[in-house]
Structure formats: C-alpha cells, structure tokens
C-alpha cells in the first residue's frame, strides 16, 4: 500500500504469444477493482513476488489509460472457470475461448463478480 492506495499485481497469459505477465490492479471501493498497466514478467520472477497468490474478488474493469497486455494489447480477461485471468482474444460472448492456464475449453459468458485467483485455486 502506498499513499494509501491499496494495489496488488496478478498473473494473466497472453492467448496469442503464451506468454506471462503481471497485470497491476487498485482497490476502487469495497469490491471494485480498476486495472492500470500491464508489465512482462517471468513466471520465477512472479512467484518470488508472490504474485502467484493474488487473489480479487468484486468488479473489475480498466482505467482509462490501461494500455492491454504487453504481447497483443488486449484490453479485457477472460477468469477461466479454474479462476485465472487469460487475455480476452474472443469475439464476445458465447466466442469459444481456451484456457492458456489449464487447457479447458468453453463458451464466454458474463464475469459475476465471484474473483479470480493467481494460483487457480479459486
């Protein structure tokens, strides 16, 4: 927490390059997440961090100015049922979507709020 901002970092994969990256999000009310900018990082790096284990529970949705996942510029996710965000590469709901994370593959609907959480144990 700094500046009295309460922020973490989660891990989402890129669905185009399969690549990780560390994506920074900042408490915008009592469940109400607001994303700010996305960074490459190497899985060893994230677990050192201790990224691996975020976890968020609420809405979540981007600031203005997020500028997407740092490979294919999306600007949305995907929660994978195992509870792991994906870049969102669909082409809206009911687009068939595959998990980069567990492999499960399965139509999009809409998020709920229920969380998602870096390690999949959701």
């Not at 975020?54 to 997407?68: A, F, K, L």
């Not at 669909?90 to 998602?116: A, H, P, Q």
Request: net charge positive; glycine share 14%; with cysteine.
């Amino acid at each position: 927490m700094t500046n009295g901002i309460e922020a973490t970092v989660a891990l989402c994969k890129c669905g185009k390059t399969h690549k990780v990256y560390g994506v920074r999000f900042e408490k915008a009310g009592k469940k109400h997440w607001k994303y700010t900018w996305a960074f490459p990082i190497k899985e060893s790096t994230a677990k050192h961090e201790g990224y691996d284990k975020t976890s968020i529970v609420g809405v979540i949705e981007p600031t203005n100015d997020y500028p997407g996942c740092p490979y294919c510029k999306a600007q949305s996710f995907v929660i994978c049922s195992c509870g792991r965000l994906n870049c969102n590469n669909t082409s809206g709901l009911g687009g068939l979507f595959t998990c980069e994370w567990c492999g499960t593959t399965g139509k999009l609907g809409i998020y709920d709020g229920s969380g998602f959480d870096s390690s999949g144990d959701r």
